[in-house]
């Protein structure tokens, strides 16, 4: 099976996954400070094997043990990381997405980014996952996902933006009994002018008469603003 996957076969991994998923998540819950970071040192620790074995390397004998050395390793890194600066290490271009020094802001960013990212449909965090976090070139990112590196290349700027309206979403606090909250919800995509004309439409001429949702938009904006000032990483580029 190892062998397969080493030979590009992706159905076999995920066989494997399937198989040693539940180990994964026991290994990461006990080794790591925090339980909701289990999840992201189990997927992690997948993707780094499955880059590992289509390098070529990875584990000859036991795919288990191999898999549980890394997931401890990830989960101690992160734990290290979490540590030392309490912001949650999505890599450097994905860092670039937090806006402010102070640590006490940079984790609840990070914590907003957090959300936005697992608020995605699944093929956009597997692009934005390899791209920017893994660091994996549009052609190794290609191999993995099955697509070509312009294929990879388009996907990737539909889920930046993707993520980047979600982010702004999650910037928008909402109750079930908002009375705003037909119109609230789609704030992070009018601010992007990703909304069809009709919608549009409608948001504004509420805006006109709420002085809340006013508000919000301005302070959404300026989110938005922010980071078209931000310094794009080299990570983040694709050329
Ligand atoms: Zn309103």
């Known amino acids: 099976m190892v062998d397969l996957v080493r030979r590009g076969d992706l159905a076999a991994f995920s ?8 180990v994964a998540g026991y290994v990461a819950r006990a080794e790591t400070d925090n339980a909701s970071d ?3 040192v189990v ?6 094997v499955l880059e590992a074995l289509l390098a070529g390397k990875g584990p000859r004998e036991s795919f288990q043990a191999y898999l549980t050395t890394t997931v401890r390793r990830m989960a101690h890194r ?3 990381r979490s540590r030392r600066n309490a912001t949650l290490g999505y890599g450097s271009a994905m860092d670039d997405l937090v806006l402010d020094d102070n640590s006490t ?5 990070a914590t907003v980014l957090m959300r936005a990212f697992r608020s995605l449909p699944t093929r956009w965090q597997a692009v934005l996952w390899c791209v920017e976090v893994e660091g994996l ?4 990112t290609g191999r993995v996902m099955e697509l070509s590196p312009n294929g990879v290349s388009s996907l990737l700027i539909r889920a930046r933006e993707g993520l980047r309206q979600a982010y702004l979403q999650e910037h928008v606090a909402q109750t079930p009994d908002d009375p705003c909250i037909d119109y609230s919800r789609h704030f992070g995509k009018y601010v992007r002018n990703a909304v ?9 001429s509420h805006v006109v008469a709420c002085a809340r949702c006013a508000d919000v938009l301005v302070y959404l904006k300026e989110i ?3 980071m078209n000032e931000r310094p794009k990483g080299d990570a983040a580029t694709v050329s």
Do not use: G, M, W
Request: proline share 2%.
């Open 15 to 22: 066989e494997l996954y399937e198989s040693h998923l539940a």
């Open 38 to 40: 289990a999840e992201d």
């Open 43 to 48: 997927a992690e620790a997948f993707a780094s």
């Open 78 to 80: 992160r734990n290290v």
């Open 105 to 109: 802001i940079r984790a609840f960013e």
């Open 137 to 140: 070139k549009p052609a190794a």
């Open 196 to 204: 069809r004309k009709a919608a549009r439409q409608r948001i504004a």
């Open 224 to 226: 938005d603003e922010a």
